[in-house]
């Protein structure tokens, strides 16, 4: 497994400037680019509905061979009425090491 499954990027808003980009697919650590060194150890894919929304979390489980970090990344998305693109409101993107969780951005 890879990190291809996880989104290439997410946004993340700064002050009054808008929003600026920031890349997924590379270590939240040491900023490790390259894919070969970035290992998917897991995936797990959530989905649950409350009336019309549908939730859905999706957690990839990352290892950084350079640095040896194992990381979440934590992508929450909302949908209404069907989980499809267009009917996708926002995806918020969590990252989270040894138990502590922390917002990332939105895409
Ligand atoms: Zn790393």
Redesign the pocket.
């Known amino acids: 497994m890879g990190v291809k499954d996880l989104p290439d990027k997410a946004y993340i808003p700064v002050g009054n400037r808008g929003m600026e980009a920031f890349k997924l697919r590379e270590?939240?650590?040491?900023?490790?680019e390259n894919e070969d060194?970035?290992e998917l150890l897991d995936k797990q894919d959530v989905t649950e509905k409350e009336g019309k929304n549908i939730l859905n979390i999706k957690t990839y489980k990352i290892k950084?061979?350079?640095?040896?970090?194992t990381y979440r990344i934590i992508v929450k998305s909302i949908y209404v009425d069907e989980q499809t693109e267009e009917n996708r409101l926002v995806s918020a993107v969590h990252y989270a090491e040894n138990g502590e969780e922390q917002w990332l951005g939105v895409f």
Do not use: F, I, R, V
Not at 27 to 32: D, F, L, P, R, S
Not at 64 to 69: E, F, L, Q, S, V
């Open positions: 270590c939240m650590k040491c900023g490790n060194e970035l950084c061979t350079k640095c040896g970090t």
